[in-house]
Structures are given as C-alpha cells and as structure tokens.
C-alpha cells in the first residue's frame, strides 16, 4: 500500500450537490491530518485539521476512520468556489514530515 | 501581517547555470521545507530544517543545496546538476510542537531557456 493514497477524481458536481473524497494512509500510528485546498497554479491552502474521529466547519465535514486507516471530506452545498484541488496530508513516521497525496480535483458546474 | 514570502515569482534559468529561490517567514516557525511540484502531480519534498544550521534531505535532493543560517530565511539553489528544474516551487514552515500543518509560500516557477 502506498504511504497515501486519493481518490484520482476529477470529480464533476453541480452546484448544491454533495460530494465525499477518501484518502487512505498506511501508517496505523498516524494520529491527526490536513485537508489542504489548491487553486490552480496556486499554493495550498490549510482546509481543515483532523486531530481525533472528524471535524466540521460549515458545508466542510473531515472523518477519520482509524480501523480502515481513511479519512474522509465531505462538503455539503457544493459552490462554484469550491472548484480546486484536495491534498490530504498525512505524518510521516514520528516527528514533523509530512506526506501530501497527489489530490483529488473537483468541478463545481452551474 | 505574518507570513512566507517567496520570490521571485518567476525565473529563468539558462543551461549550466546555478539559481536561487528566496524564502522567508515571519510566522517564528521552526521548521521550513521545500517542495518541488511537477504539472497534475503532488508535492514532492526537497529539503526540511528543524532548527537553524541544520537540514536534512527529503525525496528529491539531488541537485538541490540549501542553507538554514537564520531562522527566518530558508532560501533554495536548483543547480545545473539538476537536470529537469522546470516546475513550480513551494516553501513551507511550520512549528515543530506534535503535528502541526505547514504554511506555503506562493511559489516559484522556474523554467529552463
């Protein structure tokens, strides 16, 4: 199993849908994630943090699945802004390095 | 207002020739990186420092130097060992206390002439 994997997308939505990314990671010691959000030809961007079994901040829920090692964002209402890609990021080992997936593009159509 | 501040936005680099890529946060983090993005794939590590004076290589180092003299300034050299340097460089930071998530630079993108 790679280190961290994404659903490949892209995803196509309209607007108002509702639309769920999984990510999977290999090291079961992983404690906490990040959700990043990347605009094209632009750096990433914290989403979200992940520290225990999820989190939520508006249309944006993140879960954590520490049996089957995924975690999960949901975003709700789906708006055309929401058009990028998702990087889910994942500690690599102890300490401080991190692993990003490759992301997930989604696009929002009116 | 706190931030990374990379620059230049864009370079160039003509064959046989060293460049470097600026990057300075005054967040007071810690920890900074490189990373190195190719079109439609992920970020890639170069280098990470922990701590001033000290650095250790990441995936991709080969053909990259970097120096961590003050804590604020981690800049990057693509040298002309590096033979692909086309691509879109971030640098991050972030503090070292348990997991905590990186703050990016806007990037660099460096092209061959």
């Known amino acids: 199993r790679k280190e961290v994997e994404q659903d490949p997308g892209p995803f196509n939505v309209p607007e108002g849908a509702t639309v769920a990314f999984n990510c999977t990671y290999s090291?079961?010691?992983?404690?906490?994630f990040f959700w990043y959000r990347q605009d094209c030809r632009k750096e990433p961007k914290l989403l979200m943090s992940?520290?225990?079994s999820g989190n939520e901040d508006g249309r944006f829920t993140a879960q954590l699945n520490r049996a089957s090692q995924y975690i999960s964002l949901l975003i709700r209402d789906s708006k055309l802004s929401d058009s990028a890609t998702y990087l889910c990021?994942?500690?690599?080992?102890?300490?401080?390095?991190?692993?990003f997936g490759a992301g997930t593009r989604l696009f929002v159509k009116a | 207002d706190g931030g990374i501040t990379q620059s230049p936005k864009y370079l160039f680099r003509k064959e046989g020739q060293n460049v470097t890529l600026s990057c300075e946060q005054n967040?007071?983090?810690?920890?900074m990186y490189w990373y190195r993005q190719d079109p439609g794939q992920g970020l890639r590590l170069i280098y990470y420092?922990?701590?001033?004076?000290?650095?250790q290589k990441g995936d991709i180092a080969e053909g990259y130097s970097v120096s961590r003299e003050k804590k604020e300034s981690f800049p990057l050299t693509v040298t002309s060992a590096q033979k692909n340097p086309t691509a879109f460089y971030l640098c991050?930071?972030?503090?070292?206390?348990?997991?905590?998530?990186?703050?990016f630079g806007d990037g660099t993108r460096l092209s061959i002439l």
């Open positions: 991050a930071s972030s503090g070292t206390g348990g997991f905590q998530p990186q703050h």
């Open positions: 090291n079961s010691a992983s404690q906490s």
């Open positions: 992940v520290y225990s």
């Open positions: 990021v994942v500690p690599r080992g102890a300490g401080f390095k991190t692993i």
């Open positions: 967040l007071n983090h810690d920890a």
């Open positions: 420092s922990q701590i001033v004076n000290d650095f």
